[in-house]
């Protein structure tokens, strides 16, 4: 199958998308590496599916090593990042070395990062293994720790030299963490491409299950249309803000319940319901049939859409703590139609605490 690509000038880069390309990934990693090769992975990733990766690895003649940190997002610090650094320093990582990210968007996240920063940078390449990973955080750039004061404050853009995805990985996810996944393959739909949010209506039931036919196509479709964004808008000046669609909202829901309710992209879709809301209630919803298309898919796909209670007021008052809000504003991505969305500041603070209340139980 054709590689899809990042454009970016001299720094494109090729997605390559293929059910059991994991043990090629040794034969597409071996023209970014000069030297070695360090493979930065969670603990849980590693025994999952480390050995076939070590394999292909080793049958390209790379030499290379795996270092590993405990699974989940407490993980993702500089204290961590500082462990892999002297694990590249260990590995002999140099200026000709590679980084790689092998994970979910917590192992990219920290190698980018790493990366990123050993030498000044060096290169790198993403494998996600999970399916939030494979359709949005492995393309991008975006890399990020987490510091006291706040998620993914500390980063760097560093775009990976190549991003190898093998859909099968998504098997061996827990069914929860796959399912949050599909909300951002929603989110691509609805934002960008009619054509495709029809497709996940058509295959909701393969996706919910996991078919390898569908998740693949999922993946390829939704790697197509963050690419486009990133080679519009690289560093999120102005379109790659389209994105963040259901964010502000799912942010301030993530927040609210300290991080420990909702998976990340449970709190998207909640969220996406809650901007089609805020979109309908401002006046700017030209077909008024997509909230009830978007929540249908949403409950086809067996995602929440409902963030329990809490105080709408309270709720708002984090969308102006939120790192996209431009000096205090509230800033939200709002949807139109199918496949047309636009970035909004909005004034009227009682118009979003009404669009909390109406996603939140009575
Ligand atoms: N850089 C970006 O553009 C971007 C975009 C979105 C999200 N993110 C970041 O991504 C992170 C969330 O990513 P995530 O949801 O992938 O979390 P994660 O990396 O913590 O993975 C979730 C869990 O799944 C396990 N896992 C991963 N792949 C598996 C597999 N194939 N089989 C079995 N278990 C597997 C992991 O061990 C982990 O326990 C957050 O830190 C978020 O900030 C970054």
């Not at 991080?259 to 449970?266: A, D, M, P, S, V």
């Not at 939200?332 to 603070?349: I, N, S, Y």
């Amino acid at each position: 199958m054709s590689a899809l690509t990042v454009a970016l000038g001299e720094r494109s880069y090729p997605i390559h998308i293929e059910p059991g390309i994991l043990g090629r990934a040794g034969t597409l990693l071996a023209p970014h590496t000069r030297g070695r090769v360090l493979v930065i992975a969670d603990e849980t990733v590693a025994m999952c599916h480390g050995a076939v990766l070590a394999a292909s690895l080793s049958a390209a003649g790379i030499d290379h090593r795996m270092a590993t940190f405990p699974a989940g997002e407490p993980s993702k610090t500089l204290a961590t990042a500082e462990r892999m650094w002297a694990a590249c320093a260990e590995a002999g990582i140099d200026r000709g070395g590679l980084v790689v990210g092998f994970g979910g968007g917590v192992s990219g996240d920290l190698a980018g990062f790493v990366a990123a920063c050993w030498m000044r940078g060096v290169r790198f390449a993403q494998i996600p293994t999970t399916l939030l990973a494979m359709v949005d955080s492995s393309v991008g750039g975006k890399t990020a720790v987490n510091a006291p004061f706040g998620k993914n404050l500390v980063g760097a853009f560093h775009q990976p030299g190549v991003v190898v995805i093998d859909p099968t990985l998504v098997a061996t996810m827990a069914p929860r963490e796959y399912r949050a996944g599909l909300a951002e393959v929603v989110k691509y739909g609805v934002i960008k491409d009619p054509a495709f949010l029809a497709w996940q209506e058509a295959n909701a039931g393969a996706l919910v299950a996991g078919e390898p036919d569908a998740v693949a196509h999922a993946v390829r479709e939704s790697c197509r249309i963050k690419a486009w964004y990133v080679a519009e808008d690289e560093t999120e000046q102005g379109v790659r803000a389209h994105l963040n669609y259901g964010h502000t909202f799912g942010h301030a829901i993530e927040r609210d319940t300290r991080y420990e309710r909702w998976l990340h992209g449970e709190a998207v879709g909640i969220g996406m319901g809650m901007a089609a809301d805020l979109s309908a209630r401002l006046g700017l919803l030209a077909d008024p049939d997509l909230p009830r298309r978007q929540g249908a898919l949403l409950d086809a796909l067996a995602l929440p859409r409902r963030a329990g209670r809490a105080d709408p007021e309270r709720l708002t008052g984090h969308c102006r703590l939120d790192k996209k809000a431009a000096a205090g504003r509230c800033r939200f991505v709002l949807p139109r139609r199918a496949g047309e969305v636009e970035t909004v500041v909005v004034e009227d603070l009682a118009a979003v605490a009404a669009s909390f209340a109406a996603g939140m139980d009575p």
